[in-house]
């Protein structure tokens, strides 16, 4: 297990590589990206069970699935960081006849991603599938999974929300990014999301916080508590509130970074902000 | 003249019931999901030899065909059935990312699909699912003609890797197909050998092409009937073949003519062999409550129309 020092040079150097691949394509998502970095450092170098390589099915090994797939270039980033294909390819993202398409697909066979995401709202479901068959197969690991608080305006989540509540399936973690801002302005301005966490809590969920999703130390201890709370009859959810674009003071407080890229000055502005910590792609 | 002959009435969806029974007992990463119709897709025996491996999911198809893509993740062979209407346009988009993109080996199992359901009408009727699916990269459609086969390829299906769309329907017909037949997908079966003219028949219409080519052997016409089982792969050599022979075609679906096996039917020729054309189909239209033979007369679809079509496409030789 890396050291707590480890883990935030690493979180540093995600955040640059975010800002490098959609600067360098000027296209893609960096203000959800850079809100769950911590999140998604923590995930796969501290709490998942991880086997080497990967395979498919993921038998024996704890799985995670990206709902909001527009946060590709974290998930490249972190997936390539992980070792699951050379930190190199992170060169190709969003480019004619690259593995690391705008959002993530298994269509090109691109590792460490089982399901293609972007269209909004289906990743509940489909966790919830992994994770059944987790259970037919008699395999105690589990299920992770990341959602957008916007995305929670599609109607198949809250199919899959009462479904999970319903069917105990309780080796399910699902996280939901609550950074309170989505591509028209803030959630409680385009459809009111209103207190997440009461309405899992009312369909039957197992819920916990981690107030500040951009203090790793917080997101250790809150996905290690959720951990803990599995396999006791409920799904677990945790509403996590994180800052958009955290890491590039200009890109916080705003949702005008949701998908766009930084110019040549700002790109120089956020990388000082984030200085080198475990060597650019 | 047909060395078929009907066994007695029964509906498909039965046959994928039984399918499913065997496919119980046999394989078993096979598991199946509904969407609150157990009753009508006739997996009550599947689900009472295999509690375990059933899941309900409720009146929620959106999310009954991402389960059924994450239940692959593991290995399991997910068959996901509900009536073509809710299995298809109603969840599009999760069948287009979730399985077919995402190349999920999910067997989307569509009952009720056509006019042929009835008295409901047109809220539950669907004559464009076959067109929705075979536009879909990668997925597999089939659309079986009887009891017998449909069980034969609700077995088959299992077997093979990859998203497959098997679309049957509610009414009792003619069960005609060899009880021991074995289903190859893509492989079009011939049923009677012609040489006039070629009718390319799939699901219910393929009886009613039976019952045409025998009326049209009587008036000195001899009709080769094929059975078009599978749409996407299309056999195109067994399409070819035939209509050299013959020299004009009439194709026969319980589908809209925009999309369905027709087209298909006449992107092969087009491409390959310019051939007269008849459709067979409905033409640009919705359904309506009735029974099952009121709704084949009045949208032309049984063994009158495929009659009337091949008369007409003899003239165009």
């Known amino acids: ?281 | 003249m047909t060395k078929y002959t009907d066994q007695g009435k029964q509906d498909t969806r039965s046959g994928y019931g039984a399918g499913m029974t065997e496919l119980g007992r046999t394989n078993p990463n096979v598991v199946a999901l509904c969407a609150d119709l157990i009753g009508s897709l006739k997996i009550d025996t599947f689900i009472k030899e295999n509690p375990e491996r059933f899941f309900q999911v409720g009146i929620a198809e959106a999310n009954m065909m991402g389960i059924a893509a994450g239940l692959t993740i593991g290995g399991k062979i997910p068959f996901a059935s509900t009536f073509a209407n809710f299995a298809t346009g109603r969840v599009y988009d999760q069948i287009r990312q979730s399985i077919a993109y995402s190349d999920k080996n999910v067997k989307i199992c569509a009952s009720h699909a056509g006019l042929t359901l009835g008295e409901d009408g047109a809220t539950h009727q669907i004559l464009e699912d076959i067109g929705l699916m075979k536009m879909l990269p990668g997925m597999t459609v089939i659309n079986p003609c009887d009891y017998n086969q449909t069980k034969a390829a609700t077995i088959a299906i299992a077997e093979h890797h990859g998203p497959v769309y098997l679309r049957f329907g509610r009414p009792k017909v003619a069960n005609f197909t060899p009880v021991d037949q074995k289903f190859e997908i893509g492989k079009a079966l011939m049923l009677n050998e012609g040489t006039d003219v070629t009718i390319l028949a799939t699901g219910h219409l393929v009886w009613q092409s039976l019952l045409a080519a025998e009326a049209l052997e009587n008036q000195g016409i001899s009709a080769e009937v094929i059975n078009i089982h599978t749409i996407k792969p299309l056999d195109d050599k067994a399409i070819l073949d035939s209509v050299k022979k013959t020299g004009c075609v009439v194709t026969a679906e319980e589908h809209n003519y925009l999309g369905g096996l027709g087209e298909s039917v006449a992107r092969v020729l087009a491409t390959h062999h310019p051939t007269p054309q008849e459709f067979v189909a409905t033409k640009d239209t919705f359904g309506e409550s009735g029974t099952p033979d009121q709704l084949m007369e009045k949208y032309g679809l049984n063994n009158k129309a495929i009659e009337a079509a091949v008369l007409k496409v003899l003239k165009r030789k």
């Open chain 1, 1 to 281: 297990m890396p050291n707590t020092q480890e883990l935030q040079d690493l979180v540093i150097q995600v955040r640059r590589d975010i800002l490098r691949m959609v600067h360098k394509v000027n296209s893609g998502h960096p203000g959800g990206s850079l809100g769950c970095t911590e999140f998604m450092v923590a995930l796969y170098n501290e709490i998942m069970d991880l086997k080497d390589g990967f395979d498919m099915d993921g038998i024996g090994e704890d799985i995670f699935f990206l709902s909001n797939g527009h946060i590709s270039p974290l998930f490249y980033s972190v997936l390539a960081r992980r070792g699951y294909f050379p930190i190199d390819e992170l060169n190709t993202f969003r480019l004619i006849n690259s593995r690391l398409q705008g959002h993530p697909t298994t269509h090109e066979g691109l590792p460490g991603v089982r399901v293609a995401s972007g269209s909004l709202g289906q990743g509940m479901s489909v966790a919830i599938g992994a994770a059944l068959a987790k259970k037919l197969n008699g395999d105690d690991h589990l299920v992770y999974s990341l959602h957008g608080d916007g995305e929670l305006q599609e109607g198949q989540n809250w199919e899959a929300i009462m479904y999970a509540a319903g069917n105990k399936v309780d080796n399910l973690i699902a996280t939901i990014d609550r950074n309170g801002q989505q591509i028209d302005g803030s959630t409680e301005d385009v459809l009111p999301l209103g207190d997440v966490g009461e309405k899992f809590k009312v369909f039957g969920w197992d819920v916990l916080e981690i107030e500040n999703g951009n203090d790793l130390e917080q997101v250790i201890a809150g996905l290690q508590e959720a951990k803990g709370r599995t396999g006791k009859g409920k799904p677990v959810c945790i509403v996590m509130t994180t800052e958009m674009g955290n890491g590039v003071d200009f890109m916080m407080h705003t949702h005008a970074w949701h998908g766009k890229a930084p110019s040549d000055e700002q790109l120089a502005i956020a990388l000082e902000q984030n200085p080198e910590t475990l060597g650019d792609y």
